[in-house]
């Protein structure tokens, strides 16, 4: 059993549509990332958050403790945003994180 | 420019041979990180340094060796006992373990 589940595993976009990715997790956590990878491999991190709502740009993160759940939102989405999109969580103790499968997402022109 | 490094981008060996992976930071962070990323699963945990001369094992750790000599170097060595070597290797870095973590651009191994 994956301690961290997100679906869509797949999806497929046309551009300007409105993205939501989702993110469950069945441990206790300390935080909650949201990661992006390129086809070249490539890791960035978008947000990291432990409560509420974080926004950048055309990114939304928000997060809802109780339910243990997390979505990741993209508005006006764009073909430069397809990638694969990461859940992680970072255990309470603070010393084990744990890797969602991804979200592999493309936009088409 | 603040970052991570990891070289080879794209690594060959034969069955057998021991192979190093480098990665290097210059974020003057503490606490670094080997994962493996294999299709289909998400990024699993190979070894973790949380401070210069200390490393600990992690999730799937066999097979593989680590040394944490320098604050900004962490290479990993994939030796002949791992079984299933071929995979994209993750190096990352945070200022301590309760922090965000910034990844290198990674290397994939492929063994024959």
């Known amino acids: 059993k994956n301690e961290v589940e997100q679906s869509p595993q797949n999806l497929t976009a046309q551009e300007g549509e409105f993205i939501t990715i989702n993110c469950s997790y069945s441990v206790g956590i300390s935080a909650l990332h949201w990661l992006q990878q390129h086809p070249g491999g490539g890791i960035v991190s978008l947000f990291m958050l432990s409560s509420g709502k974080k926004k950048h740009g055309r990114l939304i993160a928000t997060i809802n403790i109780q339910e243990k759940h997390s979505s990741l939102h993209i508005t006006a989405s764009h073909p430069r945003d397809s990638a694969v999109y990461i859940c992680a969580v970072r255990s309470l103790a603070g010393n084990q994180f744990y890797f969602g499968t991804g979200t592999s997402l493309t936009v088409i022109p | 420019d603040g970052g991570i490094t990891q070289s080879p981008k794209y690594l060959f060996r034969k069955e057998g041979q021991n192979v190093t992976l480098s990665c290097e930071q210059n974020?003057?962070?503490?606490?670094m990180y080997w994962y493996r990323q294999d299709p289909g699963q998400g990024l699993r945990l190979i070894y973790y340094?949380?401070?210069?001369?200390?490393?600990q094992k992690g999730d799937i750790a066999e097979g593989y060796s680590v040394s944490r000599e320098k604050k900004e170097s962490f290479p990993l060595t994939v030796t002949s006992a791992q079984k299933n070597p071929t995979a994209f290797y993750l190096c990352?870095?945070?200022?301590?373990?309760?922090?965000?973590?910034?990844f290198g651009p990674g290397t994939r191994l492929t063994v024959t």
């Open positions: 990352a870095s945070s200022k301590d373990r309760a922090y965000e973590q910034y």
């Open positions: 974020l003057n962070h503490d606490a």
């Open positions: 340094s949380q401070i210069v001369n200390d490393f």
